[in-house]
């Protein structure tokens, strides 16, 4: 298994990492896209070994009818309850790619297993979410979003990603996008809503991957 694979899959696998309270930092024009950019090649092994990844399968947007093949296209809205999702922003497919790229065949067995791995994961957060922020556990709350964030970016899940970005900073007590300090009453009322975004915005996510493998894995030959 290479070095990258080998970081990916470990990202996966490690528990919830304690984080250390996140620093304020003053918000620039530019400081949303930058967190939100599609990495390039080179810094996925670095962004996995905190998070990310490039062989032949290429997702790319493609007609709701599109053959069957190798590359991803995005799911069209199927329920009320994602009314309020952007589903064309839910999935960066260029990450998406780069995570394809590393599967050695049709089977799409390595990058499979990391999906799998982070339903599993993103439903344990939630069930944590919802118990800090009935106990109004910011702390707790801001880590958990950071850690969310990490293993949503790393699949390019990149809705969750920007939802899971707000939450870590609400549960620090910052606005980082007005540039201004929460008191803990304003965090809670800001991440309540969010919760329930970011859980609709996974829905959607994990219904859009579940459909691309489902119709291009290819079983493996006994």
């Known amino acids: 298994m290479s070095q990258t694979k080998t970081a990916v899959?470990?990202?996966?696998?490690?528990?919830?990492?304690?984080?250390?309270?996140?620093?304020?930092?003053?918000?620039?024009?530019?400081?949303?896209?930058?967190?939100?950019?599609?990495?390039?090649p080179k810094s996925i092994a670095a962004r996995l070994a905190s998070p990310q990844p490039n062989s032949s399968s290429r997702a790319t947007p493609a007609p709701e009818k599109a053959p069957v093949?190798?590359?991803?296209?995005?799911?069209?809205?199927?329920?009320?309850?994602?009314?309020?999702?952007?589903?064309?922003?839910?999935?960066?497919?260029?990450?998406?790619?780069?995570i394809l790229d590393l599967d050695e065949d049709d089977t799409h067995d390595f990058s499979l297993g990391m999906a799998e791995a982070y339903f599993a994961q993103a439903s344990t957060t939630f069930v944590d979410m919802d118990n800090a922020f009935e106990s109004k556990d910011l702390a707790k709350l801001s880590s958990l979003g950071h850690f969310l964030k990490g293993s949503s970016a790393a699949l390019g899940v990149s809705a969750v990603q920007a939802s899971c970005e707000d939450i870590q900073h609400y549960g620090a007590l910052r606005d980082e996008e007005h540039g201004t300090d929460l008191t803990e009453t304003d965090a809670l009322a800001k991440i309540g809503p969010l919760l329930k975004r970011v859980k609709r915005e996974y829905a959607v996510a994990e219904r859009w991957l579940q459909n691309w493998y489902k119709e291009h894995v290819v079983p493996a030959e006994d």
């Open 9 to 40: 899959a470990g990202h996966y696998k490690s528990p919830e990492r304690e984080l250390g309270p996140t620093k304020p930092r003053s918000p620039s024009p530019d400081s949303r896209a930058a967190s939100l950019a599609p990495p390039s």
């Open 69 to 98: 093949s190798s590359r991803a296209t995005p799911a069209p809205a199927d329920s009320q309850s994602d009314d309020e999702v952007d589903e064309e922003n839910v999935i960066d497919l260029e990450t998406f790619n780069q």
